[in-house]
């Protein structure tokens, strides 16, 4: 799955550049936004400008291309399902 910003379409380089108010600082990727130290769940998520992106934040889930066709045809097989149970 591709991670980029929504705003300015920077992709994380796998760099540490976020920081919980705890003090940790840490990959938010690599938690989906949970802080590893205080597992405190960050849902939004700020660009970083001085590694080339934006100063916009977004929520964390938006960072993550093609997560809506994903959730998308889960519930299409959900309802998919479903007829298929309510056939006699
Ligand atoms: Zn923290
Ligand atoms: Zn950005």
């Not at 590694?51 to 977004?58: P, R, T």
Request: aromatic share 10%.
């Amino acid at each position: 799955m591709k991670i980029r910003c929504p705003k300015c379409a920077w992709e994380p380089d796998g760099g540490e550049h976020w920081q919980c108010h705890c003090g940790h600082i840490w990959n938010t990727f690599e938690t989906i936004g949970r802080c590893p130290a205080c597992h405190h769940q960050h849902e939004y998520t700020q660009c970083v400008p001085h590694a080339g992106g934006c100063d916009k934040h977004s929520p964390h889930l938006d960072w993550y291309e093609g997560l809506d066709k994903i959730v998308e045809e889960l519930i299409e097989e959900v309802f998919t399902t479903e007829e298929v149970l309510q056939q006699p």
